[in-house]
C-alpha cells in the first residue's frame, strides 16, 4: 500500500516562493505519472502541474511560468516550486499518483494548505 504525504505549504505574502514535496512511500515514480492538483473553498478539484515517467511536464495555464513540477527518483519524492505567488493560489494542495493503467491504483496524499494573504 502506497502512501504519499506531502509538506512544505505555508502562510505566505503575495509574490513569495514555496516548494512543496511528496514522498512517497513504495518505488513507484519508474510507473505512475506524478501530479499536483488544489483545491479551493467551494471550488472543484484542479490539476495544477503533472510529471510522467519521461518528465514531460504540463501545467494549468494559471501557473504557467510561475510553477515548476519536478521529480527525484531515487528519494521517491515529487516538488512543487511555486514562485510568484498570488491570492488565487491559495488552497489545499494534494500530490496524487496515476497509474499507466487500470486496475492498479490510484493515491492521493492527505493535502498541505497553502495561503497567500498580506
Known amino acids: 500500500q502506497v502512501q504519499l504525504v506531502e509538506s512544505g505549504g505555508g502562510l505566505v505574502q503575495p509574490g513569495g516562493s514555496l516548494r512543496l514535496s511528496c514522498v512517497a512511500s513504495g518505488s513507484i515514480f519508474r510507473l505512475y505519472a506524478m501530479g499536483w492538483y488544489r483545491q479551493a473553498p467551494g471550488k472543484q478539484r484542479e490539476l495544477v502541474a503533472r510529471i510522467t515517467t519521461g518528465d514531460n511536464t504540463n501545467y494549468a495555464d494559471s501557473v504557467k511560468g510561475r510553477f515548476i513540477i519536478s521529480r527525484d527518483v531515487a528519494k521517491n519524492t515529487v516538488y512543487l516550486q511555486m514562485n510568484t505567488l498570488k491570492f488565487e493560489d491559495t488552497a489545499v494542495y494534494y500530490c496524487?499518483?496515476?497509474?499507466?493503467?487500470?486496475?492498479?491504483?490510484?493515491?492521493w496524499g492527505q493535502g498541505t494548505q497553502v495561503t497567500v494573504s498580506s
Open positions: 496524487n499518483a496515476d497509474p499507466p493503467y487500470r486496475p492498479l491504483p490510484e493515491y
